[in-house]
């Protein structure tokens, strides 16, 4: 007989972090003032923050007839730059930091 293999195997990291590590970085860039990219990861509450911030900001902009409309920026700007960031890191290092630790924000 074969020794039975334990059940806590590690997870294959390289195939954890390719399988949503793109749609979570093409979503952050296009759409990641909504917090879409969030979702995609899990990150429920991250996600309907970031989504709380952009309605903020577009009732801002509204209110004060387009003056705050340079707020609505900022969670577009997240969303970029964590978009970026999840294409620039390698399969296993997205998995290990973003599907293993759960590392919500940056």
Not at 19 to 41: D, Q, R, T
């Amino acid at each position: 007989m074969h020794p039975q293999q334990s059940s806590a195997q590690p997870p294959d990291l390289k195939k954890l972090g390719s399988e949503k590590k793109l749609m979570a970085g093409i979503l952050g860039i296009v759409l990641g003032s909504f917090g879409v990219h969030k979702f995609v990861l899990g990150y429920t509450q991250e996600g309907l923050i970031m989504l709380g911030v952009w309605a903020a900001t577009f009732v801002i902009a509204i209110i004060t007839c387009g003056l705050g409309t340079v707020l609505m920026f900022i969670p577009w700007v997240v969303g970029l730059v964590e978009g970026i960031m999840y294409l620039t890191k390698s399969d296993e290092e997205f998995a290990q930091t973003y599907l293993v630790n759960k590392k919500p924000w940056f």
